[in-house]
């Protein structure tokens, strides 16, 4: 099945300053990597998508690059702000061969990121 | 409220208990998934309910039984559960299998 790994586990930024997640995965067929934000108590919230017919989207302060060749994809964050402090996740998904739809999400393990004041 | 809620919102039970947790959403979702989150497996799927059917069981211990009654209603029941089964229990819905999750807050599960 699909193995999703994410780097770093723990990052720390001033705030202002870029932030960048990258993961990797291994199922080729894979098509969707969604990234969640998860606040301390709160429930994970979708915040960026890319889909593998693109190489890069982007909304507002977030980016999310894609690179199929290579297996990875990143979720960048520029002029970090306090608010930006999480646990974000990275996740990738591939679509069904029998049916309609894409199957479940396999996610990563998880960056807890700390915005420096 | 995302438009899936989950009850309740904490639980302690013991380890001879039953207990059961809620999912509901009204969002016309057609896929609905249990995660289990703790500091050793962030987010670990266990269950897969697609149009009502289980289409996923993650290898989940018996002592966790689901049961997906109609498209907008999940439930996880619980019995003779073990301290390591203390975690936040997360549910979410899809439109689509796999497509643009939204989860509901979690239930704060301490097995006692």
């Known amino acids: 099945g699909e193995n999703v790994e994410q780097h770093p586990s723990t990052l720390s930024v001033q705030e202002g300053d870029s932030a960048v997640i990258k993961c990797t995965y291994s199922?080729?067929?894979?098509?969707?990597f969604p990234w969640y934000k998860q606040e301390l108590g709160k429930r994970p919230q979708l915040i960026i998508d890319?889909?593998?017919?693109?190489g890069e989207k982007k909304d507002q302060r977030i980016a999310v690059t894609l690179n199929k060749t290579a297996k990875h994809f990143s979720l960048h964050i520029t002029e970090t702000q306090p608010e930006d402090s999480a646990v974000y996740f990275c996740?990738?998904?591939?679509?069904?061969?029998?049916?309609?739809?894409?199957?479940?999400?396999?996610f990563g393990t998880g960056t807890r990121l700390t915005i420096i004041p | 409220e995302t438009g899936v809620t989950q009850t309740p919102r904490h639980l302690v039970m013991g380890m001879t208990n039953k207990k059961s947790l809620k999912c509901e959403q009204h969002?016309?979702?057609?896929?609905m998934y249990w995660y289990k989150q703790s500091a050793k497996k962030p987010l670990e799927l266990m269950f897969v309910?697609?149009?009502?059917?289980?289409?996923e069981n993650n290898s989940v211990p018996s002592r966790f039984s689901p049961e997906c009654p109609n498209s907008s209603h999940l439930f996880l029941h619980l019995h003779t559960l073990q301290p390591e089964d203390s975690a936040l229990y997360l549910c979410?819905?899809?439109?689509?299998?796999?497509?643009?999750?939204?989860f509901g807050s979690g239930t704060r599960l301490t097995v006692v």
């Open positions: 979410a819905s899809s439109t689509r299998q796999g497509y643009g999750y939204t």
């Open positions: 199922d080729s067929a894979s098509n969707y």
């Open positions: 890319i889909r593998s017919n693109v």
């Open positions: 996740a990738a998904s591939k679509r069904r061969i029998s049916n309609f739809g894409n199957e479940k999400l396999t």
């Open positions: 969002l016309g979702h057609n896929a």
């Open positions: 309910y697609n149009f009502k059917e289980q289409t």
